[in-house]
T-cell receptor, first 113, second 113 residues
């Protein structure tokens, strides 16, 4: 049973426009959520996180939104740049679980110049 | 550069053999996590150590074991290797306190022939 789902395997956007990546989860015990970016032949790179006590967190061009009632989070990238082209993973963890991460399957973002 | 170092980058071996993967965490991080990424399974949590002690176990086979040494580096031992063990193995580290992101190394690609 996939507890973290990224239903869009791929997304293409034009440079300068907004990229919106989505993630759904089923485990209501998750209380900390993260987004990672991954380039080929590299490990996942941490982008931004959000605790369940918040509904929004911003860091530069990246904003993460959390909707606990819908068990949904999204990552907004504004403006999108060609260098943002990568696979994006959302991940979640449960308090008191030693913080092991449960990952989604990833979304390939392509930003077109 | 995440600050997490994994060696070797690539490993090619045969079925039935035993290998050791090594991870040096970021300076100051006490927690080390191991994850496996295979083509059909995505990123799966294997095991976590905190300051030398095992904290949590995920989907880790009995043929696999790990340890964290006093200098906080960690090793993942894989024995009686099977074709299905071919995967990318990632190490991540974190401070170990609550709501701190994990930072990943670039992984070891294990190929079983």
């Amino acid at each position: 049973d996939q507890q973290v789902k990224q239903n869009s395997p791929s997304l293409s956007v034009q440079e300068g426009r907004i990229s919106i990546l989505n993630c759904d989860y089923t485990n209501s015990m998750f209380d900390y959520f993260l987004w990672y970016k991954k380039y080929p032949a590299e490990g996942p790179t941490f982008l931004i996180s959000i605790s369940s006590i918040k509904d929004k967190n911003e860091d530069g061009r990246f904003t993460v939104f959390l909707n606990k009632s819908a068990k949904h989070l999204s990552l907004h990238i504004v403006p999108s740049q060609p260098g943002d082209s990568a696979v994006y993973f959302c991940a979640a963890s449960v308090a008191g679980s030693a913080r092991q991460l449960t990952f989604g399957s990833g979304t390939q973002l392509t930003v077109l110049p | 550069d995440s600050g997490v170092t994994q060696t070797p980058k690539h490993l090619i071996t045969a079925t039935g053999q035993r290998v050791t993967l090594r991870c040096s965490p970021r300076s100051g991080d006490l927690s080390v996590y191991w994850y496996q990424q295979s083509l059909d399974q995505g990123l799966q949590f294997l095991i976590q150590y905190y300051n030398g002690e095992e904290r949590a176990k995920g989907n880790i086979l009995e043929r696999f074991s790990a340890q964290q040494f006093p200098d906080l580096h960690s090793e993942l031992n894989l024995s009686s290797l099977e074709l299905g063990d071919s995967a990318l193995y990632f190490c991540a580290s974190s401070a170990g306190t609550d709501n701190q992101p994990q930072h990943f190394g670039d992984g070891t690609r294990l190929s079983i022939l």
